[in-house]
């Protein structure tokens, strides 16, 4: 089967580091994205991983292990506006087409950031 | 990012009714688009995978005769939930990638309730 794994909520201050866990069981693996959605929006699109390794983006940084079956988000300088809710989500390829990858999401982290 | 419009970001309906929900790539050629369905809190359920000018991939436990997909042109999907029931009531999502991309970018959602 296919299954994501990321904690249910996180909860922390203004200017703290965050660091959000995903570790996924699925039958393709193409990479790792991270999302972002504010309740009542669509999901935004934060960061992709398809090798081992850190990415950085601004505030946010992503990491990959392919062994391990496992990544994370990390959050840094957190602001009021990062509360949240945190999709981790695994790229897998499409039975029937090649190259066009869907993707598998986690159940989600909200996110609370408080003054 | 590219843009994809979702209309209409809200719609109320009577049960029995039919309601159709537009996902548009504006400045790019979605060669796929798939739509996801998502309740309070939880996570984005994939629903159904299209590509242009072929029918959709359901995933499973969707009715493909409940929720009809067009994919008539590289910028345009619709879903139609034909015969809506309460239980149908749900944020709906779509999203659109073409060949190459590693991002899937995502519409606004449309809130349906059916009363």
């Known amino acids: 089967g296919q299954s994501l794994e990321q904690p249910s909520e996180v909860t922390a201050v203004e200017g703290a580091i965050v660091q959000i866990n995903c570790t996924y069981q699925t039958s393709g693996f193409y990479g790792l994205s991270w999302y972002q959605q504010h309740d009542g929006g669509a999901p935004t699109f934060l960061s992709y991983n398809a090798l081992d390794g850190l990415e950085e983006t601004g505030r946010f940084s992503s990491f990959l292990s392919r062994s391990d079956s496992y990544g994370y988000l990390l959050l840094q300088e957190l602001q009021m506006k990062d509360s949240a809710s945190y999709f981790c989500a695994v790229r897998d390829r499409l039975e029937f087409s090649g190259g066009y990858n869907k993707l598998i999401f986690g159940a989600g982290t909200r996110l609370a950031v408080h003054p | 990012g590219a843009v994809v419009s979702q209309h209409p970001s809200r719609v109320i309906c009577k049960s029995g009714t039919s309601v159709k929900i537009e996902c548009r790539s504006l400045?790019?050629?979605?060669?796929?688009m798939f739509w996801y369905r998502q309740f309070p809190k939880q996570s984005l359920m994939l629903m159904a995978t299209s590509n242009e000018g072929s029918k959709a991939t359901y995933e499973q436990g969707v009715e493909k005769d409940k929720f009809l997909i067009n994919h008539a042109s590289l910028t345009l999907s619709t879903l139609t939930v034909t015969s809506a029931h309460p239980e149908d009531s749900s944020f709906y999502i779509c999203s659109a990638s073409s060949v190459g991309n590693t991002e899937a970018f995502f519409g606004q959602g449309t809130r349906l309730t059916v009363v």
């Open positions: 400045d790019f050629q979605a060669t796929t």
